[in-house]
């Protein structure tokens, strides 16, 4: 059985990393640049949209294993849930993947990723997390 506070701080990880991109996202839309290529190396989109993208894999998992872990979560009434948290991380890290398979990310490209329905519906997935597992 996993620690239920080892398990919150990862889902925390996952979650400021998604949250943390999107926001970071935001601020480079509104920058008006063409391409990527000319940002710094350990601030660049790509590398912000890949760890949101590899954090959105883990996120449904972790938040099942907290639910499970907390006792004031009735797992029956969270299955359907979890089941549209299934489906908006699959499809907005599929969303992620697609942006990264361009050569040049640009402002606008990135502008179009944040209004994805599909990001900004797991968003909203997760600040259902924080409140659901709140202590």
């Known amino acids: ?13 996952v979650i400021d990393t998604i949250e943390g991109g999107y926001e970071y996202l935001l601020a480079y839309a509104a920058q ?11 601030q660049s989109p790509r590398q912000r949209i890949e760890a949101m993208a590899e954090a959105i894999l883990e996120l449904p998992l972790l938040a ?8 004031h979560v009735n797992l029956d009434r969270c299955a359907a849930f979890f089941e549209a948290l299934d489906r908006d991380a699959a499809v907005a890290g599929a969303t992620a993947r697609l942006v990264l398979s361009k050569q040049d ?3 606008q490209l990135i502008d179009n990723l944040n209004a994805s329905i599909h990001l900004r519906a797991l968003l909203t997935d997760i600040f ?6 709140k202590n």
């Open 1 to 13: 059985m996993t620690d239920e506070s080892t398990v919150r701080k990862e889902l925390a990880k």
């Open 32 to 42: 008006g640049r063409h391409t990527d290529r000319d940002s710094p190396a350990t």
């Open 64 to 71: 099942r294993k907290l639910a499970e872990s907390a006792a």
């Open 105 to 107: 990310l640009s402002s």
């Open 128 to 133: 259902l997390i924080d409140e659901i597992f």
